[in-house]
């Protein structure tokens, strides 16, 4: 069966501090790979979108970056951590055409 | 961005009755998605309408789609407190690729 993992589920970093959060999938081969932030109430609001290993979107300029290294890691990374980073990160993936996306369980980050 | 709007924002109704949900789009689309999510969980893909149909059911969901209005509405019919949670549409837009855009989502409360 397919599954996503994603952790850690909660994360409090300071200002400043590295991040590196990681989404692993299970039972399906080349997904499209994806990194969406959520904010308080909010909508998601995608970050960015992989079809293949190395290859990375970046949907909006902000202070994060992702890597695939390889076809079923996803990896979401900061260098320095801002106040404004701070939200609910979910991963998910998809494959091509009219399917849903399956998505992980998320991991709240607080930066303080 | 935000591709969808959704209507309302939030919902507070009895158990048995039926609970609607609307959603605006604004750009064409190859097929709009809803999805649930509880608090503080991932989301949960709940049914997916193509471009070319106009209602769909599953369960006690039903989902239509006006292409010339860019809406789409969300039933869900004879609520259970147990379908208490945010819920969003999602459209990929055409020629978009697979990428989903998130509606802000309405919070819905069924009390007993």
């Known amino acids: 069966s397919q599954t996503i993992h994603q952790w850690p589920a909660t994360l409090v970093q300071p200002v400043g501090s590295p991040l590196s959060l990681e989404c692993t999938v299970e039972?399906?081969?080349?997904?499209?790979l994806y990194w969406y932030r959520q904010a308080a109430g909010r909508g998601l609001q995608l970050l960015f979108y992989?079809?293949?290993?190395?290859?990375i979107s970046s949907e909006v300029p902000q202070n994060l970056s992702a890597s695939r290294p390889q076809d079923r890691q996803f990896i979401l990374s900061s260098k320095k951590l801002l106040l404004s980073d701070s939200g609910f990160y979910l991963c998910?993936?998809?494959?091509?055409?009219?399917?849903?996306?399956?998505f992980g369980s998320g991991t709240r980050l607080t930066v303080v | 961005s935000q591709q969808g709007e959704e209507d309302p924002q939030a919902l507070s109704i009895q158990e048995g009755e039926n609970a609607t949900m609307n959603c605006s789009y604004k750009?064409?689309?190859?097929?709009l998605q809803w999805y649930r999510q509880n608090s503080g969980r991932g989301l949960v893909h709940l049914i997916l309408?193509?471009?070319?149909?106009r209602e769909k059911h599953s369960g006690r969901l039903r989902v239509t789609l006006d292409t010339s209005k860019k809406s789409s509405s969300l039933l869900i019919t004879a609520s259970r407190a147990a379908d208490t949670a945010s819920y969003f549409c999602?459209?990929?837009?055409?020629?978009?690729?697979?990428?989903?855009?998130f509606g802000t989502g309405t919070q819905l409360k069924v009390e007993l």
């Open positions: 039972g399906t081969s080349n997904p499209n």
């Open positions: 750009t064409s689309i190859n097929n």
């Open positions: 992989s079809v293949g290993i190395g290859q």
């Open positions: 998910a993936w998809s494959v091509l055409g009219p399917y849903g996306y399956t």
């Open positions: 309408i193509r471009s070319n149909e």
């Open positions: 999602a459209t990929v837009p055409r020629g978009g690729g697979n990428k989903l855009t």
